[in-house]
């Protein structure tokens, strides 16, 4: 499965703890591709009541269907914050416009990070350690070794 690039914002916002740049999965050719000429918006994942992360899509439609992706739903379950996994497989996820505040933070994270032709997630939540499958690894060393 190809999953994209994960970099960390600069600056002083610690409530922004990642940027993850999955490959989108568009349902037909060219479908939730993002170009230049697309005009995107930013919405926001709340798992709970609590807001967890932020991604631009064209429309809400395509909001609505990344909170059923299996890949998300298995790396909210595998990502913690203080300990406890953001998702716990029952908490609904609900996706909306994001907040001015969120919306502002994504595209500071966004503008920080890698270049990705895929879909960037920024978590608004603080997660634990730091060492994901998609840190990058440092080709030189055998075994490869997280970097």
Request: hydrophobic share 35%; with cysteine.
């Amino acid at each position: 499965m190809e999953r994209g690039t994960l970099c960390y914002p600069t600056g002083g916002h610690d409530e922004v703890s990642a940027v993850f740049k999955p490959a989108w999965r568009g349902r037909a050719e060219g479908e939730g591709k993002m170009t230049a000429n697309v005009l995107s918006r930013i919405f926001t994942i709340e798992i709970g009541d609590t807001p967890t992360l932020t991604f631009e899509v064209q429309n809400l439609r395509q909001a609505h269907e990344l909170c059923h992706e299996q890949w998300l739903k298995d790396d909210l379950a595998e990502a913690k914050s203080d300990g406890a996994p953001l998702w716990d497989g029952k908490a609904k996820l609900r996706a909306r416009m994001a907040e001015p505040d969120e919306s502002a933070l994504f595209t500071e994270a966004k503008n920080n990070g890698q270049p990705s032709d895929g879909l960037t997630l920024v978590y608004l939540v603080k997660l634990d350690g730091g060492e994901t499958d998609e840190q990058p690894v440092d080709p030189g060393a055998f075994p490869p070794t997280r970097t």
